[in-house]
């Protein structure tokens, strides 16, 4: 069974404090590790998809790295407007689904 | 905007009814997904649609099922509805079945009471 452990649950920094999210994952042949963003009562919002170890995508303050066991979302000076729940999902062999993790609550303190 | 919407965007329902969410995929997109999102939880897949037909199920009971259409709108209907099916539903599409990337409407917010 896919599984996906994020950390830590909830982070609050202040505006321009960087820092990193991790999400532990175990899958039954990695077809795509992603990273949402979800406001409160919205549905995700795609930001990366990365598919083999070694692979980094960046986008405006937010890099995404993956490994054999985990990937991180790097946030570089943010902003209040980075306020969100960051979600990870795995796809594996079962190729249909998407296994979440619980999310980090980010909250960035201007 | 992903170019995905569902309805309505909130919905309340007494425990016993039955419901029935609605979800129009992104243009040229032929996959339709739908999760159940609990509150302070990560999506749980429900099932996939793929051209008409469901492509697979995630752990939830027969009284959750599906359509999708020609046109590859979808619904997501429950019987017998239960407090613990009150979350957030949220469906996603992709431009075919195996694809990686999935685009999420903004979600539908069933409240069974």
């Known amino acids: 069974e896919d599984q996906v452990t994020q950390s830590p649950e909830a982070l609050r920094l202040q505006e321009g404090e960087s820092s990193s999210l991790n999400c532990s994952y175990t899958v039954s042949g990695l077809r795509g590790l992603f990273w949402y963003r979800q406001d409160p009562g919205k549905g995700p919002e795609f930001l990366f998809t990365l598919y083999s170890a070694g692979e980094e995508k960046e986008k405006e303050r937010l890099k995404a790295t993956l490994t054999k066991k985990e990937s991180f979302l790097h946030i570089t000076a943010p902003k209040p407007e980075d306020s969100a729940t960051y979600l990870c999902a795995v796809q594996g062999i079962r190729y249909e689904k998407l296994t979440f993790g619980t999310g980090t609550r980010l909250t960035i303190i201007p | 905007e992903t170019g995905v919407t569902q309805s309505p965007t909130h919905l309340i329902k007494t425990r016993g009814q039955q419901v029935t969410l609605r979800c129009s995929s992104q243009?040229?997109?032929?996959?339709v997904s739908w999760y159940q999102q609990a509150l302070g939880q990560g999506p749980q897949f429900i099932f996939q649609y793929y051209r008409e037909e469901e492509n697979g199920r995630g752990n939830f009971p027969p009284r959750f099922s599906g359509l999708q259409f020609p046109n590859y709108s979808s619904e997501l209907n429950v019987n017998a509805l239960e407090l613990d099916d009150s979350a957030l539903y949220l469906c996603?599409?992709?431009?075919?079945?195996?694809?990686?990337?999935?685009?999420f409407g903004q979600g539908t917010r069933l409240t069974v009471v």
């Open positions: 243009s040229g997109h032929n996959t």
């Open positions: 996603a599409s992709s431009l075919d079945r195996g694809w990686t990337e999935a685009f």
